[in-house]
């Protein structure tokens, strides 16, 4: 225990978080807790547990720590409204938590954020400021503001109202999975973690508190390791909704009481993770969402004979960036190709490539002309399909049959 717990106790305990409980219990949903022996096969573990905190309100399970913060505000501070800074799902946890409690709310966001999150903010009546580049000017922007303006600030994580908010995802999980041995959850900024681990370590030490983080985005487990936080330069990672540079005082605090460790894994297993979420769970996740998942599925950690809890912690992603991910996943998984063709008798002969892969029971994905490069025949058309199987071997079938055509040539390929 630190210096600051040993005069003041903890910053968060479980008492405040079934008090949250009780205070957001009429706002959030119990969100379901799915197993999946596919998983379970897959991580080496005995059982494998999903929270589905993608199907809470709004998308994610930011709207339990915003509205528990809210609705702890005095009648002044309310009639001054909030604001907060947000690139994602914090901005749609306050903006609903506003519209439930009648407080007018203000979201600063950077430039770079998608038109589709502005918008579903403002559906939940908020105003939206853009402001900055990057994240980090919005935020500035935004402690500005509040001095100004006399708006109370809602910190995305840093907030012993909002850690106890998100801690009652771990209440739920006890209630759901009581054999529990291990919980994975992704770190961003540590909210999350902070409170569930709050939660279950206070229920039984013997249960292990895992993060995870992209590796692009990995400053937890050096501030955990260390005695100060470890804040990056920079990050580079997909998964946009946990890409914080660091912990800050009080989930750095929380956090090293109640993490036993914390992994990373590449962006191509988050994509791979989504992939499988999707098509062996049918559920649809975010990449910083499906991180602990695939971490499970790594070799950083050893699941075998646990019963595991992965939490899955946000669905808010758009339609091409799923997909995007979808197609990495399978690339990964060897059950998706890149092919480059030369192709005679255009675009006669797109029929034979069409009917080809389907007698070969694999699926065509895309089909184009392509710009010619100056090592291709010059009397053929180049020509880039994608295609989809069910791995290496089909998918070297499918290729063999196309080359085997006699006016297409398999000029290249990604399984090479």
């Known amino acids: 225990m630190n210096e600051v717990e040993e005069m003041n106790g903890p910053l968060v305990t479980v008492d405040d978080v079934e008090a949250a409980r009780e205070r957001i219990a009429d706002v959030v949903h119990r969100t379901p807790l799915d197993t999946s022996r596919t998983f379970a096969e897959l991580s080496g573990a005995d059982a494998v547990g999903l929270k589905l905190e993608n199907v809470q309100r709004t998308g994610s399970f930011k709207i339990r720590g915003a ?77 500005e503001r509040a001095a100004e303006t006399g708006e109370t600030f809602v910190h995305p994580f840093d907030d012993e109202a909002i850690i106890a908010g998100q801690g009652t995802v771990g209440l739920e999980i006890l209630e759901q999975y009581p054999d529990l041995d291990t919980v994975l959850v992704a770190i961003g900024g540590g909210g999350l973690i902070s409170g569930i681990g709050t939660v279950l370590q206070a229920h039984d030490p013997d249960i292990r508190v895992i993060g995870v983080q992209p590796d692009g985005a990995a400053h937890a487990k050096p501030s955990l390791e260390g005695d100060e936080i470890h804040e990056l ?36 297993e988050i994509a791979t993770a989504v992939t ?54 399978l690339h990964d998984l060897e059950r998706y190709v890149d092919a480059r063709l030369a192709v005679s008798g255009w675009p006669t002969t797109v029929g034979d490539v069409v009917d080809t892969v389907e007698s070969q029971r694999a699926e065509l994905d895309g089909l184009e002309r392509t710009r010619r490069t100056a090592g291709d025949h010059p009397n053929r058309t180049p020509v880039t399909v994608g295609l989809e199987g069910s791995g290496p071997e089909h998918l070297c079938g499918v290729l063999e049959a196309l080359d085997g055509l006699e006016d297409v040539s398999v000029v290249e390929h990604s399984l090479e």
């Open 276 to 329: 499988l979420l999707a098509e062996r769970a049918k559920t649809v996740a975010e990449s910083a969402g499906a991180a602990p998942l695939a971490a499970a599925f790594s070799d950083e950690l050893d699941l075998e004979g646990e019963n595991v809890v992965v939490v899955i912690s946000g669905g808010n992603v758009n339609l091409t960036e799923h997909a995007e991910l979808t197609r990495t996943g």
């Open 67 to 143: 509205y528990n913060r809210m609705a702890k505000l005095t009648p002044e501070e309310r009639e001054a409204g909030v604001i907060a800074s947000s690139a994602g799902n914090h901005a749609q946890g306050v903006a609903l938590a506003g519209q439930l409690l009648d407080i007018e709310t203000t979201i600063v966001v950077p430039a770079v954020t998608p038109a589709a999150k502005i918008e579903a903010t403002r559906g939940y009546g908020a105003e939206v400021v853009v402001e900055g580049e990057i994240y980090e000017r919005s935020y500035e922007y935004a402690l």
């Open 233 to 268: 330069a920079d990050v580079d990672t997909v998964a946009e909704g946990i890409a914080d540079t660091r912990m800050l005082t009080k989930t750095y605090t929380v956090a090293s009481d109640v993490v036993d460790d914390v992994v990373s894994v590449s962006d191509t």
